[in-house]
């Protein structure tokens, strides 16, 4: 490994482990967000019970507060689940070029879906399969393949 590799996989393993402690601190969030859902939940059934013979106005009123902070709640915590989906892929990007410094592996498709053996020159060339071309310089992957 040359000096200038060394240093990307330095880089690489040193982002990989600070967004391993992003990760965490965002699974925390996530959990802490759950909990608070559910005291939310049942605060809101215990002032139900607790104000039940005030009348259906203070009822009303309650749920509707409840219910309002219990949306801000799901809304907090799809947002803190799509910042953690990114942080996990964006790791596993981080570790598929770690590994592919250091051990030429790639995690992605190395095409030998699309090797054609009666080509005349794709077998020849290694442009598709293992160790090709392809699985070389393939270095993305998208939803739908």
Not at 29 to 42: D, E, G, M, P, T
Request: aromatic share 14%; proline share 1%; net charge negative.
């Amino acid at each position: 490994m040359t000096t200038k590799q060394q240093q990307i996989f330095e880089k690489y393993t040193e982002d990989a482990g600070q967004l391993n402690q992003h990760i965490l601190v965002h699974k925390r969030s996530i959990n802490q967000v759950s909990f608070y859902r559910l005291i939310v939940f049942f605060i809101g059934i215990t002032i139900i019970y607790a104000i039940g013979s005030f009348g259906w106005p203070y009822i009303l009123i309650t749920v509707l507060l409840m219910s309002f902070l219990f949306m801000q709640l799901i809304i907090k915590q799809s947002k803190l689940q799509t910042e953690l989906n990114f942080s996990e892929n964006l790791l596993k990007v981080l570790q598929n070029e770690a590994d592919h410094l250091t051990s030429a592996k790639n995690s992605y498709d190395n095409g030998a879906a699309f090797s054609d053996g009666s080509h005349p020159y794709t077998d020849d060339l290694d442009i598709f399969g293992e160790s090709s071309l392809f699985h070389y310089t393939n270095r993305c992957n998208t939803q739908s393949g």
